[in-house]
C-alpha cells in the first residue's frame, strides 16, 4: 500500500509542477493587450460558441484540460461541440507567445 501511495503523490506532485510551469511560461498581463485587439471580438459576448471572459462555468472544464492544451487549440483552431475557435483567433499574424499569453489572460480572467 505505501508503494501504490508514494506513487500516486509522485504523480500528483510531477502534474501540479507541470500546471505551474505552464503558467509561468506565459505572460497574462501582455496577454490582456492581445485579448482586447483579437479575442475579445468572439469572447467578450459569447460569438461562435466562445466561452465568455469570466464565465466561470464555461471555462472550469476547458481549464481542467490544462493550459498547454488550450493554448495548442488556440494556435491551431479547433471545432467543439459547442462552438469554434479560428486558429490564432482568426488572425494569422499572431504568434505562438501572443496567443499563449492571451490564453493566459482568458484562463486566469475566468477561474
Known amino acids: 500500500m505505501s508503494r501504490?501511495?508514494?506513487t500516486v503523490c509522485c504523480a500528483l506532485f510531477v502534474v501540479s509542477m507541470t500546471s505551474v510551469d505552464a503558467e509561468?511560461?506565459?505572460?497574462a498581463a501582455a496577454g490582456q493587450k492581445t485579448y482586447d485587439t483579437t479575442c475579445a471580438?468572439?469572447?467578450?459576448?459569447?460569438?461562435?460558441?466562445?466561452?465568455k471572459l469570466g464565465d466561470k462555468a464555461a471555462w472550469a472544464p476547458r481549464i481542467a484540460q490544462g493550459l498547454d492544451v488550450l493554448v495548442s487549440k488556440?494556435?491551431?483552431?479547433?471545432?467543439?461541440k459547442?462552438?469554434?475557435m479560428p486558429a490564432r483567433g482568426g488572425d494569422?499574424?499572431?504568434?505562438?507567445?501572443?496567443?499563449g499569453n492571451?490564453?493566459?489572460y482568458l484562463v486566469g480572467q475566468s477561474k
Not at 509561468?24 to 505572460?27: E, I, L, N, P, S
Not at 488556440?74 to 467543439?80: A, Y
Not at 494569422?92 to 496567443?99: E, H, N, R, S, Y
Open 4 to 6: 501504490f501511495f508514494s
Open 82 to 84: 459547442t462552438g469554434t
Open 24 to 27: 509561468a511560461a506565459y505572460d
Open 74 to 80: 488556440s494556435i491551431k483552431g479547433f471545432q467543439g
Open 41 to 51: 471580438a468572439c469572447h467578450k459576448g459569447g460569438l461562435l460558441g466562445a466561452p
Open 102 to 104: 492571451s490564453v493566459a
Open 92 to 99: 494569422a499574424k499572431l504568434t505562438d507567445a501572443q496567443v
